[in-house]
């Protein structure tokens, strides 16, 4: 049987805890057992059960304290995650060896952990080795994506997760909640772009005309192949985060491979009384 993992992915404070947090209370009103892994060392507070905590095999302050390394804050959580990918056992014994289990993983912030540095796409090959589906979820605040500028920086770094980890991905576009309802409607045009007249509405604020070029071939080639959309995320609307879960569901085939519930007994006496009756009602009739 396989297991389920949702990596969960973004730039610093995009929500990703709070994601978790939400995922985790949505999963329970849905009879549903998800569990999460903090994989920030820096991480200070969250406010759901962790079933594993990577400030437990190692944490940045002791890094950046340590007086032969000498590391900065982003330094330090970089050596972490380093030494985290050579010691993946702590994450086997942490995990279990629970069949059909869902597990959502914490990550941190540094956005360099998405584009070029090894150890997310380490950790996905373990997590396969281990029988896990794993997707990516990739969240982006939706307050710095009021304007088209910033929004392609944000597709952009989402396809860079994208093109580096080849896992099924879904893009959320989180604190929906946070905007005015004129700014709501705005924003509906990032959540499944036309890349082109996105073009369009930028083409005054280019100075240069290679950096226009450039942006153009961008933009129709994320148009080209569909590459990328956006589900909303709003954590007080229940309806909507069941959206953002099937996505994912849907992409790792969550659901498929589970035991068909049996029925409820039903007694024999009292339904072959049921069916007596019907008959018989439809005989007088
Ligand atoms: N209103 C509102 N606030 C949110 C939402 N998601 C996150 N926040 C707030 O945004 C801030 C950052 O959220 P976190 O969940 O800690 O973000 P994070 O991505 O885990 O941050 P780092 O781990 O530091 O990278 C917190 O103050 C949250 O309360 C949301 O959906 N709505
Ligand atoms: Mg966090």
Same mark, same amino acid.
């Given at each position: 049987?396989?297991?389920?993992?949702? &990596?969960?992915?973004? #730039?610093?404070?995009?929500?990703?805890? @709070?994601?978790?947090?939400? =995922?985790? *209370?949505?999963? !329970?009103? %849905?009879?549903?057992?998800?569990?999460?892994?903090?994989?920030?060392?820096?991480?200070?507070?969250?406010?759901?059960?962790?079933?594993?905590?990577?400030?437990?095999?190692?944490?940045?302050?002791?890094?950046?304290?340590?007086?032969?390394?000498?590391?900065?804050?982003?330094?330090?959580?970089?050596?972490?995650?380093?030494?985290?990918?050579?010691?993946?056992?702590?994450?086997?014994?942490?995990?279990?060896?629970?069949?059909?289990?869902?597990? &959502?993983?914490?990550? #941190?912030?540094?956005?360099?952990?998405? @584009?070029?540095?090894?150890? =997310?796409? *380490?950790?996905? !090959?373990? %997590?396969?080795?281990?029988?896990?589906?794993?997707?990516?979820?990739?969240?982006?605040?939706?307050?710095?994506?009021?304007?088209?500028?910033?929004?392609?920086?944000?597709?952009?770094?989402?396809?860079?997760?994208?093109?580096?980890?080849?896992?099924?991905?879904?893009?959320?576009?989180?604190?929906?909640?946070?905007?005015?309802?004129?700014?709501?409607?705005?924003?509906?045009?990032?959540?499944?772009?036309?890349?082109?007249?996105?073009?369009?509405?930028?083409?005054?604020?280019?100075?240069?005309?290679?950096?226009?070029?450039?942006?153009?071939?961008?933009?129709?080639?994320?148009?080209?192949?569909?590459?990328?959309?956006?589900?909303?995320?709003?954590?007080?609307?229940?309806?909507?985060?069941?959206?953002?879960?099937?996505?994912?569901?849907?992409?790792?085939?969550?659901?498929?491979?589970?035991?068909?519930?049996?029925?409820?007994?039903?007694?024999?006496?009292?339904?072959?009384?049921?069916?007596?009756?019907?008959?018989?009602?439809?005989?007088?009739?």
């Amino acid at each position: 049987m396989p297991r389920y993992a949702q &990596l969960v992915m973004g #730039p610093a404070g995009s929500g990703k805890s @709070t994601y978790c947090s939400t =995922m985790v *209370q949505h999963a !329970e009103s %849905l009879n549903r057992s998800v569990q999460v892994v903090n994989l920030d060392p820096a991480a200070e507070h969250f406010n759901y059960p962790v079933m594993a905590d990577i400030r437990e095999l190692i944490q940045v302050d002791d890094v950046m304290e340590d007086n032969s390394l000498r590391f900065g804050p982003n330094g330090g959580l970089v050596f972490c995650m380093e030494y985290f990918a050579n010691n993946f056992d702590w994450l086997e014994e942490s995990l279990g060896h629970v069949e059909d289990d869902y597990i &959502l993983f914490d990550c #941190p912030g540094q956005i360099e952990l998405y @584009t070029h540095l090894p150890v =997310m796409r *380490q950790l996905v !090959e373990q %997590l396969q080795q281990w029988e896990f589906r794993v997707c990516g979820v990739f969240l982006v605040d939706s307050q710095f994506m009021v304007e088209s500028f910033k929004f392609i920086s944000g597709v952009m770094a989402a396809l860079s997760a994208m093109v580096s980890l080849e896992i099924p991905q879904v893009n959320v576009m989180t604190k929906m909640d946070l905007l005015a309802p004129k700014a709501k409607k705005e924003i509906e045009k990032y959540l499944d772009p036309d890349m082109y007249s996105m073009m369009e509405d930028n083409s005054d604020t280019f100075r240069s005309k290679k950096f226009k070029k450039l942006t153009k071939a961008i933009c129709g080639l994320i148009d080209d192949y569909s590459m990328v959309r956006f589900l909303p995320f709003d954590r007080t609307d229940e309806e909507g985060i069941n959206i953002v879960l099937q996505h994912i569901d849907f992409s790792i085939q969550y659901g498929e491979d589970l035991e068909v519930k049996e029925p409820k007994e039903v007694d024999e006496e009292q339904s072959n009384l049921n069916y007596d009756e019907i008959f018989q009602d439809k005989v007088s009739s």
